[in-house]
């Protein structure tokens, strides 16, 4: 059945033209914030196979209520143009459910995983009579514009020579995200990130012929799951040569870098920096040329100011966004329409998407790397095993990658509930351990995952972009795991909570904090994360008292050790990675705690009765400040980290001012606290005798061996 209207090329171009998403992902927003600014453009339907990520977004673009089906949406709503925002390994089957039904289609890129995908797709394009866009905005940027003005206009010369440098953090890879599809097979991160620099190459040397590729920093995320972090290739194309450097991580330092050389001069354009030098041949005496190329560089100066002042006035609605990132997602849909409207060329087609593929695959099949083996097979299903006595959720986060480890070690069977089985560390692998594919924030996947087990871990937290996201990815499935836990009869619910449910400020000054401290009586002060956990305890202590719920909670310090993160932000505000603004002075002694004796702390839990009720405290013994802490990091890492000190009412000030923008733009999660920004330099001591007696329990005293544990081993890994 055929639901879409048909191609523009057969309608009135004064139509308004229909739109549909699919996959509602962080992408997503910003392919609708860049439709929201074309006239005649109207976007009438989303779907996502996860419908409570598809509720949020609808909800967020005052869109109908979303399909978690495609099929029912395609038939459901009447299309032109629907963009496919979903993961690479889905792009084919979907673009080519849309194509059969007679739809037009944009691409994120790359346009499929294999060139065979996108020779199928076009096919059906070409007999269908409809089209398929891309989504290689990196050519889209404003300075790659003036790049190819400059090329056009021969202010170089004919170009023979291209430098691309792209680096730096890449968010699924430095959180542990392993299960992300571009972690699955070695050459996936090039279909992800390579399509950016070939994109740009052939728009300036044309066609790519030859592949010269290396790959190193070889790393294993999770068990028999490779991944490289460096891929450099020597590339002939049809019109000169270039070389190409990828590097992912925060390891690296962030690079977007495209450098040009030609005959009479060169061009460099740094996209991160958005900043453009141009370098010809000098029309000056030998005598005068130094002072002329110095002169080259007050442009990009003043450039900066200009991009100061468009950023200003964007915030402040003056202006439309200027950012560098969001205009070539904009541009791209820009010309995209203009094109689908008049019935000329599209600026990236699918035989574009096509060739980028392929030069994805050349460098891929060049660089001969082995496959990573097949994922184990994750059942669906829980099925009760004899003796299995633990739930964990969360256990593939920082705290619940030891805990599992711990409870192995100890002979204890575990089950663990995983959203997505790929990219799972190798401790999971255990004959004791049970994976169970499943979503936490799925009532009858809880229930089930309840049954039969004896204890219950739950450390499992998601993070969103307001209240309402929180309330629905944490308070929502803390309350319905407790109320399984009840069901089913639980020993324990141990919940893995945080010292950041106290304030500080409410504490008598000179008492010690420990587990029978109040927590924070105003949680609506206190940002997101810290209100939402001050919110669970809240609720799962008044189930415990009205329904007998076998609670337990910790709330661990600032955790640090193996496989977790050196920029800590209990140490302060890290704006870049070796850029810290410490929480106050930076002279507190904070409270510290390695991550096995957090792991050790919980599991000792089950071996001790009466707990019911009880809330314990986990910190260390050996206590830095945030100065020696970065002092340390120092020394061991051999960066150039810069520190700085951000008195509480500098930076209250410093927020209102932020705070006041955001209201301006009408900002629903503008927030601003006093009391959660004074409670972020731990102004309190912790005493953790009792936790010590009551689980027999001794974390980490010897100085040094805990710099070398938190910070030396951290620094080795990385």
């Known amino acids: ?45 989303c779907c996502d196979v996860d419908k409570r990520r598809a509720d949020s977004f609808a909800r967020r673009w005052k869109l109908s209520p979303p399909y978690d089906d495609i099929t029912s949406f395609l038939e459901g709503k009447r299309f032109n143009v629907v963009h496919v925002l979903v993961p690479p390994n889905y792009h084919c089957s979907i673009a080519k459910q849309i194509l059969e039904c007679g739809g037009d289609v944009f691409l994120e890129k790359p346009m499929g995983i294999t060139s065979d995908q996108c020779q199928k797709l076009i096919k059906i394009s070409q007999r269908n009579g409809t089209k398929i866009g891309l989504n290689h905005n990196f050519v889209f940027y404003p300075l790659f514009k003036r790049l190819q003005k400059d090329l056009s206009s021969h202010r170089i010369g004919k170009p023979e020579y291209v430098i691309a440098f792209y680096g730096g953090p890449l968010g699924q890879l430095d959180s542990g995200k392993f299960g992300n599809w571009m972690f699955q097979e070695p050459g996936n991160i090039i279909l992800e990130q390579g399509p950016h620099p070939i994109s740009q190459i052939r728009a300036i040397l044309g066609e790519i012929q030859e592949i010269t590729p290396t790959a190193t920093g070889k790393r294993e995320l999770g068990k028999d799951q490779f991944f490289y972090d460096r891929w450099q290739a020597i590339m002939k194309c049809k019109e000169g040569n270039a070389f190409v450097h990828l590097s992912f991580g925060n390891q690296f330092s962030p690079q977007r870098t495209l450098y040009v050389y030609g005959q009479d001069g060169a061009i460099l354009v740094d996209f991160l920096n958005n900043r453009y030098l141009l370098q010809e041949k000098s029309i000056f005496p030998d005598y005068l040329e130094p002072t002329a190329n110095a002169m080259r560089y007050l442009i990009p100066a003043f450039e900066g100011v200009k991009d100061f002042l468009d950023y200003a006035f ?21 010309a995209f329409y203009d094109a689908y409207r008049s019935g000329t060329g599209l600026p990236c087609s699918g035989e574009d998407g096509l060739k980028v593929v392929e030069a994805c695959e050349k460098w891929i099949e060049a660089a001969a790397l082995p496959k990573n083996p097949g994922p184990v097979v994750i059942s669906k299903k829980v099925e009760e095993k004899v003796g299995e006595e633990v739930l964990v959720t969360g256990a593939t986060g920082f705290i619940g990658r030891h805990l599992v480890k711990n409870l192995v070690a100890r002979g204890r069977r575990v089950r663990v509930l995983v959203r997505n089985p790929r990219g799972l560390r190798a401790e999971l692998y255990s004959p004791l351990v049970h994976i169970v594919e499943g979503d936490i924030s799925d009532q009858k996947t809880i229930g089930k995952a309840v049954q039969g087990v ?73 940002n997101f994360y810290a209100r939402s956990k001050i919110v669970i305890e809240n609720m799962l202590m008044e189930m415990f008292r009205k329904d007998n719920l076998p609670l337990v909670v910790f709330r661990p310090g600032i955790v640090v050790g193996e496989g977790g993160t050196l920029y800590h932000s209990g140490i302060g505000e890290w704006t870049r990675d070796n850029v810290c603004t410490y929480w106050g002075w930076g002279n507190n ?130």
């Open 1 to 45: 059945m055929n639901t879409f209207q048909g191609t523009k090329s057969n309608q009135d171009k004064c139509s308004e033209i229909q739109v549909g998403i699919i996959g509602t992902g962080f992408i997503a927003d910003l392919h609708m914030e860049s439709l929201k600014r074309i006239p005649g453009i109207r976007v009438i339907g």
């Open 589 to 718: 002694e904070l409270p510290f705690i390695l991550v096995e004796d957090v792991a050790e702390a919980m599991v000792n839990t089950l071996d001790v009765e009466g707990l019911e009720g009880r809330a314990f405290n986990l910190t260390g013994d050996v206590r830095l400040t945030s100065r020696e802490y970065i002092d340390y990091l120092r020394r061991y890492s051999g960066r150039n980290i810069k520190a700085f000190a951000y008195p509480v009412i500098l930076r209250y000030l410093s927020d209102a001012l932020k705070m006041s923008i955001k209201l301006l733009t009408r900002d629903s999660n503008a927030f601003l606290s006093y009391r959660d920004i004074s409670n972020r330099s731990i102004g309190g001591h912790f005493n953790c005798e009792s936790e010590k007696k009551v689980l027999s329990w001794q974390p980490c005293q010897d100085r040094d061996e805990f710099i070398s544990k938190a910070i030396r081993r951290g620094v080795s890994e990385k």
């Open 314 to 334: 964007s915030k402040v609605k003056l202006k439309d966004r200027t950012d560098p990132y969001f205009l070539t997602i904009k541009n791209s849909l820009n």
């Open 454 to 526: 004896q204890f219950v871990y739950h450390l499992a937290h998601g993070l969103g972009q307001g209240w309402e996201d929180f309330l629905r990815l944490n308070v929502a499935p803390a309350r319905c795991l407790a109320e399984a836990c009840i069901k089913e009869k639980v020993t324990y619910l141990i919940f893995a909570s945080t010292i950041a449910t106290y304030y500080y400020g409410d504490v008598p000054k000179g008492r010690a904090i420990d587990g029978s401290v109040a927590i924070d009586s105003k949680p609506e002060l206190r």
